[in-house]
């Protein structure tokens, strides 16, 4: 478990709008903390798919796993998602990396877009996950595996750190 970052996160509930703000900008200690976490819990990969907002986060796991990184990002006249560059051999082991998973929506697009481009996607790892949005059964219904650095659940009151599910 990312524990400092888990622990900043707790400081930050149940306020959505002062979580959203840290997302935007980590520190270094966030982002070593959840790089941490990803090191020992994700499998193998060849390359790291960053989406928006998860740059540094992207950057930082690339950097640590010695893989290249690909930034995903959306073409203004198609809307669909443009990848920066090829894999450098066909079906390479890819994970997406984003800041904040709800429905899992644009990973699954991104996930096509990248089997198209012969990229093999096998995971999605997120700095936090919203457990309310299902995003994670919409990917695992996939085959895909999610890594979240924390969950976090939306309730009448806020949010709060998720307890129904064990925190690996």
Known sequence: MASSFRSVVS????S????LSRLRELSEKDLQSIVDYFSVSMREFDVVIGLPGARE???ALAELRGTPLILASRDEASGWWVMDADPA???QKAVIV???FTDGLPELEIVVQ????GY????VACAIERTN????????LQGLEVNAAVQIADTPRGLVMERRFPQS
């Open 11 to 14: 400081s930050l509930l149940p």
């Open 16 to 19: 959505e709008e002062r979580l």
């Open 57 to 59: 986060l992207a950057q």
């Open 89 to 91: 051999e066909l079906t």
């Open 98 to 100: 984003t800041d904040h």
């Open 114 to 117: 990248a089997s198209k481009l």
């Open 120 to 123: 093999l996607v096998e995971a």
């Open 133 to 140: 949005d299902r995003g994670r059964s919409r990917l695992e």
